[in-house]
């Protein structure tokens, strides 16, 4: 699994950091990007679709399943 964060979409809230601090990083205006070129280990896969449902602007997109 792979995702991504839209950067035209993010706005800050960091909740998919809070969730899955893993598979985030977030830069000095409180943007997130994806950790790990947006590779998700197979045993994070929920921490993933956790970060995703969280996310109130919808910013964090699956690019392969
Ligand atoms: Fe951005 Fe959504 Fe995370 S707005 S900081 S991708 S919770």
Redesign the pocket.
Known sequence: MKIR??PD??????????VAPDL?E?DDV???SAANGGVVPDDMKDDAKL?ID???????EIVEE
């Open positions: 964060v839209n979409k993010c706005q800050g809230h960091n909740r998919c950091y809070a985030f977030v409180g943007n997130a970060a969280n996310c109130p602007e919808f910013a964090i």
